[in-house]
């Protein structure tokens, strides 16, 4: 089932601080967050991991909430560079660590100068 | 160290046709992943490979076939195309447990 992403889309001056959310029905092995510019493949941000582990870029942050199934994706003083389409994919417990990355829909995210 | 590398970029072809798309992973990465996205949408999975067997499968016809290779590179096969498929195919690729990567993807155009 296809996790929830929201808000659906974000506006932002330069300098300010957002946050993107993915919620899922199911148990989560893990949650990765990725990045798309227009007509350019999905970027790699962050994977979290059940149990605590995460990695990914050193100026991006998230959380990831195991009783609530829910991941938080926080950007900090953002950028012009922050444009794009936020993609979350989860991977449900049970079906291994190498399972299939199921995606939400995307939160469109806008930076102004 | 060449990251993921899909071939061809851009491709347009008649209903009814067929057509192979090809997907080079990162230095020791195994498992490759195809996904269709349509625009506006997040990706879709259709199938993932793991040592040139078709481990996982999404909700694509059988029209949707695969191979992955000793290399672990990795072709995706359309047969009998219809306008619908249509779409931007990526392919990613992973170590075991650890994030997955995308290749820029081929921009696929049924007329």
């Known amino acids: 089932q296809q996790p929830v992403q929201s808000p659906q889309a974000v506006i932002l001056r330069e300098g300010e601080d957002a946050v993107i959310n993915c919620s899922s029905s199911k148990a989560l092995y893990s949650v990765h967050w990725y990045r798309q510019k227009h007509g350019e493949a999905p970027v790699f941000l962050m994977i979290?991991?059940?149990?605590?582990e995460q990695k990914g870029h050193e100026k991006i942050s998230a959380s990831f909430n195991e009783k609530k199934q829910q991941s938080s994706l926080y950007l900090t003083a953002s950028q012009l560079s922050y444009s794009g389409t936020y993609f979350c994919?989860?991977?449900?417990?049970?079906?291994?660590?190498?399972?299939?990355?199921?995606f939400g829909k995307g939160i469109t995210l806008s930076v102004r100068p | 160290d060449a990251g993921v590398t899909q071939s061809p970029t851009h491709l347009i072809k008649t209903r009814g046709q067929q057509v192979t798309l090809r997907c080079s992973p990162k230095s020791g990465h195994d498992t490759v992943s195809w996904y269709q996205q349509a625009l506006g949408q997040g990706p879709q999975f259709i199938f993932q490979y793991y040592e040139e067997e078709e481990r996982q499968r999404g909700n694509f016809p059988d029209r949707f076939s695969g191979h992955q290779f000793p290399n672990y590179s990795s072709e995706l096969n359309v047969n009998a195309l219809l306008l619908g498929d249509s779409a931007l195919y990526l392919c990613a690729c992973r170590l075991s447990g650890f994030e997955q990567y995308f290749g820029a993807g081929t921009r696929f155009t049924v007329t």
């Open positions: 979290l991991l059940k149990g605590g």
């Open positions: 994919g989860t991977e449900t417990l049970g079906t291994g660590a190498n399972s299939k990355l199921t």
